[in-house]
Every structure is written in structure tokens, then in C-alpha cells.
């Protein structure tokens, strides 16, 4: 299947909560941040956030926030990677970062309970 057509189901799915995305916890995860998994069967899809450190002509470090998506075995094993490069919309495998994040730490809840007793406003 393409990359991007595959990211842009994954989006479709989680904005319909057809998919469940729930916080990943494993030695093998290589990211500082976060990581977000489903599972079906006994593959896992793992969304993580991580940096990239580069120095520009001054020698100035510079880290960039980077988003990969990889497919791995029960065990957390990568049996396979996507990357931003990797999609025509390098963007698109961030905002499915994005919905995973929310959903996963039920932040749509969160928030309705910090402005509950508030009465509606009109856009």
C-alpha cells in the first residue's frame, strides 16, 4: 500500500474513532517524547515524536522536531519505518501524531471539564 494513502486512512480512522490509540510503553521506543501504538493482531503502529540535532554554518546546535511512524512486531521490534520524507504531505504524519496525542490522553475531556460552568460563545 502507498504511505500516503495509508497515513490518510490512519487520519480518517482515528477522526472517526475507528482506531484506538493508546500510550506506548517500551525499552525499545527511542524517542524522549511520548510514543502513541495500536495494535491488531500481533503488529503494532507506533507513532513517535523525536528531535534531530544539527549545527548550522556557525557551529550553532539546532534540533527539529521530526514525526516517524513504524510498524512493529508484538515485542516492539520495527519491522518497518515511515517518515515524514517519506510522504508527499510530510505534514499529514504530524497531524495524525497530533489526533493520536489527543486521543490517547483524552484531552477533548480535559478540556471540557476546565470550561464546563462556562456558557457557550458564538463564532
Known amino acids: 500500500m502507498d504511505n500516503d494513502k495509508f497515513v490518510k486512512k490512519l487520519i480518517k480512522g482515528t477522526k472517526d474513532d475507528k482506531l484506538e490509540w493508546k500510550p506506548a510503553i517500551s525499552n525499545k521506543l527511542f524517542s524522549a517524547f511520548q510514543p502513541f501504538y495500536i495494535q491488531k493482531g500481533d503488529k503494532k503502529l507506533v507513532l513517535e515524536k523525536y528531535t534531530v540535532t544539527d549545527y548550522d554554518g556557525y557551529g550553532e546546535e539546532i534540533q527539529t522536531a521530526n514525526c516517524s511512524l513504524s510498524i512493529c512486531n508484538d515485542n ?10 517519506d510522504l508527499k504531505k510530510s505534514n499529514d504524519i504530524w497531524r495524525l501524531y497530533r489526533l493520536a496525542e489527543r486521543q490517547a490522553n483524552n484531552v477533548d475531556d480535559i478540556m471540557e471539564s476546565f470550561v464546563e460552568d462556562i456558557d457557550d460563545i458564538d463564532f
Open 76 to 85: 516492539f521490534d520495527r519491522l518497518s519505518e515511515i517518515y515524514e520524507d
